[in-house]
């Protein structure tokens, strides 16, 4: 059972983690392209900027934010935390775990919200006549699958192992898993 749910996960993650970096890199091409059409040759690329904001950023943001959670990459201020006893340390770490675990599975029910609410409006972009609702799917899919993770690492957190307080050099945990341990950095 342990295995065939990291496994699912660890597919979500994967294919999510690859339509994230396809967005990255259309948002790379798609702002040379429009750079170059502006400066060069004086003809810009229609509402360029406006997808790139919209729809490519979001969709790099929160479908990769899994992986982001899993390669231990997120922000941690452990000024106060790392002075603590050991005890209370691993107190503190489970109490953040949950707090963050709770953060993300409640910031998931107001983004199908306004995901809902953007279909029906028919809402679309100012510059061109594409709809605002399908990036605004990868926000709560993406915050999702973190906060799936982020539940499976809690019982991990008492032995140091959580992947929000790993303390050991950051690893590529998508090349870890397809490679074997000889993949991390």
């Not at 948002?27 to 059409?37: E, K, N, R, S």
């Not at 904001?53 to 990459?73: F, I, N, P």
């Not at 499976?152 to 008492?158: E, G």
């Amino acid at each position: 059972m342990k295995n065939s749910v990291e496994n699912v996960l660890g597919k979500c993650e994967e294919v999510l983690t690859y339509i994230a970096v396809l967005s990255i890199f259309v948002m790379m091409c798609l702002t040379t392209v429009d750079a170059i059409g502006r400066y060069i040759f004086n003809y810009p690329i229609t509402g360029a900027y406006e997808f790139t904001e919209k729809y490519l950023m979001l969709t790099a943001v929160y479908l990769g934010a899994s992986y982001t959670y899993r390669g231990g990459s997120t922000i941690r201020i452990t000024l106060l935390v790392s002075r603590m006893p050991p005890n209370i340390k691993i107190g503190l770490n489970i109490f953040a775990q949950i707090v963050s675990i709770c953060y993300g599975f409640f910031l998931v029910v107001p983004n199908i919200q306004s995901l809902y609410r953007t279909y029906l409006q028919g809402t679309t972009l100012t510059s061109t006549s594409f709809p605002l609702w399908p990036p605004y799917v990868a926000i709560p899919v993406g915050l999702l699958l973190m906060s799936l993770f982020m539940l499976w690492d809690l019982p991990k957190v008492p032995k140091g192992k959580s992947a929000l307080f790993n303390e050991e050099e950051f690893t590529d945990t998508m090349r870890e898993d397809n490679l074997g341990k000889e993949g991390s950095k």
